[in-house]
Structures are given as structure tokens and as C-alpha cells.
């Protein structure tokens, strides 16, 4: 069969951080290649699948991924020759059956995600079809919403605003090129009005193209986010969503969060958020909560009723965390991250079991990206909610929104996906 695996090697290149990043080829029988990189975050959740690294301070602070190219080489590359391309799930089961862990501390999920991924693509190659279209040969509806970071703290800017992120969610646009175009003209425009805030000093760039927070307090960046929106004539057309990424700033032996210089307890972080959420309309608000606190997650979920909470350190792609989190009714979204569980296979198994038992998902890119990441086809495939990722600026986020207008000209009748079943602030 020209569709089976006749090589299969592996290369260390670097990241949009500048940070050490593994890339597998995988070339079949016919000469067709797949690549595939795994990206990394710098807010990683401690259930996330292991990134294989080689500890050696002296080469990128002990980032390299030399060891990580030698498990391709030396031990997944031989074992994977002579399969199917064309199979993934086969192909996903055997890097799952040769790891044997929980968490692919043995290959690395770096190394699994990346040979699955150039195996996926390989296929896609083959058969000519889109990546979304190999993932999703039957009617596909749906299209996510572009979303953009714009204001960055938290882990990427640790001397602002103590929650990482806060986005716009375009979700009243009727089409992805009208959500597109909204992203465009408040990034714009933001600056300006940063300037008027701080009394005319200029505003700077934060880790990930996002604005660093003016403030320590989130709720001056949410003022001046609608304060451009509205500026832009956008105000009636989006909503927020918020990355707490409060694991970050959990003291786990005091159970209590450092925030702002405080040590505050779970209540006073979720009076906090929901103040937030009273204020403004929030579509969904990410790990508001530590990732080992399923308790904390629930109660939260129950007060903050005015937005849906969105797992990310939660949840991290894997089903069986998804499946605790539906039955604790801990949240109704999550972030979708293929990296975090390792495989393909196991990151789409576990955005269909989540979609089907009505969650929505929220693809992403990460922190350590790459310039070519799938999770947008991932999410068209998936029946995604949005995408998320950085302002419309610089390669990696570029890459995302492309994908997304290719898709809305390809797919004709497919919509924006539609988060009027969803919304809670409405209430």
C-alpha cells in the first residue's frame, strides 16, 4: 500500500517563544510527508500530558528537545514503519500502548502529538482533502468565532493584573469575516484609548501581542475594552470572556489565592468575579478556580450564574476529566488543547464526548505556538464554540483567523456558531 510508513524522522526548532520545539516527519510508501509540531504554554496545567525535555541548563535553560528527537528516531520511528497512514486511530493506539502511562511520561506528548499529528497530515495528503474534512467527512454546520486576547497578565505579565487575559467575543456577528473585521478595528483603536487612561504615556505590547494590563484591577481593562468597542460602534456585537488562570496564584497548603497582594479565600474571589459578571457580559470565564479544587469549581459554577465556567488546567482535554467535571457540574465549556492528552485520536474523541453531552468547546493556541497549528480545523471538525487566541497580529494567531475565513468560503450554509442556547447573562 503506497499509504504506509516508510520513514519517519524528528528535528529541534524553536517555537513563536523562542523556546526549543520538536518537529516529526512522517513519510509514507508514495513520498507523500506529514509534519507535525507540538506547541507548549507557559500557564500548563499540572494534569497535562509530560513534555519531554532534556534538563541541560547550558542549552535554552534546560529546554532543549534533543532527547525528544532521539525517542522519534530511536524508538517511535521503528515501531510506527509499516503502518497505515491512512489508519490514525491504529496509529494514536500504538503511541498510546507504547508510552503505558497516564500522563505519556514515558515518549513525551510532545513526541506523541507531534508523530500523530504528522500522521494526520500525511494522510490528509493523500487523499487531498482538508485537514477538517479528513476529521469531519460528513456535513459540517458550524463554524467557530474568531476571539483575541487583548489585555495580557496574570503568568505572561506577573507584575499587572493578577487574571492572564481578557478577550472579546465577537458571537453577534453574522459571519466569520464580520467578527474578523470587529477584532481588527478594536485592536486598532485599543491603543488610543490605553493612552487616554494612562494620561498619555503610550501603551506597551505584552508576552502574546495583547496589551499589557494599565492596572492591577481587570475591571479598568474591561472598562476600557468596552470603552473601544463602543468607540468602534461594536458595543451591541460582543462580549468578554476572562482566562483567570487562578492555579497560578493558589497556595495549596493555605487554600487561599494571592491576589493582588492579598491572600484572599475562595469566597472573596468569586464575590470578585461576580461583580465582574454583573457589570459585564461574560460568554464564559476560564479557571476562576484551582485545578485540584472540584468542590471550589462546583460552588463557583453555582454563584458566578450569570456565565458559564470554562475548564482549561480542569479539564485538560482528556475525557475522564470532562466526564468528572459534567457529573460535579463543575463546568459547561472547556479549552481545547490536543497537546495537553497527547494524541489526535484522544483530543477529538474527547471534544465529541463534551460537544454531544452539551458542552461547548473552545480550541486554543498556545503560548509556544506554531505558525501551522490545526486547532482551528480541529474545532470546524468538532463542532467548536470559538477559537481561542491573541489579537490579530503576528503569524500564530494570523494562521487561526486564515483558517477560519477559508473555511467560511469553502463550506457554503455553514454559520457562526451560535451561542444564543448558551448565554446566561440574558437571564
Not at 459571519?175 to 474578523?180: D, M, N, P, R
Not at 481588527?184 to 491603543?191: A, N
Amino acid at each position: 500500500m503506497k499509504s504506509l510508513i516508510k520513514e519517519v524522522t524528528a528535528r529541534a526548532l524553536i517555537d513563536c517563544k523562542g523556546k526549543p520545539l520538536l518537529e516529526v516527519d512522517v513519510i509514507t510508501e508514495d513520498g507523500v510527508m506529514g509534519r507535525g509540531a507540538s506547541p507548549s504554554g507557559i500557564s500548563a496545567g499540572d494534569h497535562e500530558a509530560f513534555v519531554l525535555r532534556d534538563g541541560d541548563k547550558n542549552w535554552y535553560e534546560g529546554n532543549g528537545v534533543f532527547k525528544a528527537v532521539e525517542m522519534v528516531k530511536e524508538t517511535v520511528g521503528p515501531k510506527i514503519k509499516g503502518m497505515d497512514a491512512l489508519d490514525q486511530k491504529a496509529l494514536d493506539e500504538a503511541l498510546i500502548d507504547m508510552d503505558g502511562t497516564k500522563n505519556k511520561s514515558r515518549l513525551g506528548g510532545n513526541v506523541t502529538y507531534s508523530t500523530s499529528l504528522a500522521v494526520m497530515r500525511a494522510a490528509c495528503s493523500t487523499l487531498h482533502v482538508s485537514q477538517y474534512r479528513y476529521l469531519n467527512p460528513g456535513e459540517i454546520k458550524t463554524i467557530p468565532l474568531p476571539t483575541s486576547d487583548m489585555f495580557a497578565g496574570g503568568s505572561y505579565e506577573d507584575d499587572t493584573m493578577p487574571v492572564q487575559e481578557t478577550t472579546i467575543v465577537p458571537y453577534k456577528a453574522s459571519s466569520i469575516a464580520e467578527a474578523t473585521e470587529i477584532l481588527c478595528r478594536i485592536y486598532k483603536e485599543l491603543p488610543n484609548v490605553i493612552r487616554e487612561f494612562q494620561g498619555g504615556r503610550r501603551p506597551e505590547i505584552g508576552a502574546m501581542s495583547e496589551y499589557m494590563a494599565p492596572s492591577t484591577d481587570f475591571m479598568d481593562c474591561l472598562d476600557i475594552l468596552y470603552e473601544t468597542a463602543t468607540r468602534c460602534g461594536s458595543q451591541d456585537k460582543i462580549a468578554f470572556h476572562m482566562d483567570c488562570a487562578f492555579s497560578e496564584i493558589y497556595d495549596p497548603n493555605r487554600k487561599t489565592y494571592r491576589y493582588c497582594g492579598r491572600e484572599v479565600e475562595l469566597d472573596e474571589i468569586i464575590a470578585i468575579l461576580k461583580a465582574a459578571t454583573e457589570k459585564y457580559d461574560f460568554l464564559y470565564i476560564e479557571d476562576p478556580v484551582d485545578e485540584d479544587d472540584w468542590e471550589g469549581w462546583a460552588k463557583a459554577a453555582r454563584e458566578l450564574n450569570r456565565t458559564t465556567l470554562c475548564g482549561d488546567d480542569l479539564t485538560v482535554t482528556n475525557i475522564d476529566y470532562l466526564k468528572k467535571a459534567m457529573e460535579m457540574k463543575a463546568c459547561g465549556a472547556f479549552v481545547f488543547k490536543p497537546n495537553q492528552v497527547g494524541t489526535v485520536t484522544e483530543a477529538m474523541n474527547a471534544q465529541k464526548y463534551a460537544v454531544e453531552h452539551g458542552m461547548f468547546s473552545i480550541p486554543s493556541i498556545r503560548a509556544g505556538g506554531v505558525s501551522d497549528d490545526p486547532v482551528a480545523d480541529m474545532g470546524v471538525a468538532g463542532g467548536a464554540a470559538a477559537v481561542k487566541l491573541g489579537p490579530p497580529k503576528f503569524g500564530h494567531a494570523i494562521h487561526i483567523i486564515n483558517s477560519l475565513l477559508r473555511a467560511e468560503d469553502e463550506l457554503k450554509g455553514a454559520k457562526p456558531f451560535d451561542f444564543t442556547p448558551f448565554i446566561k447573562f440574558n437571564d
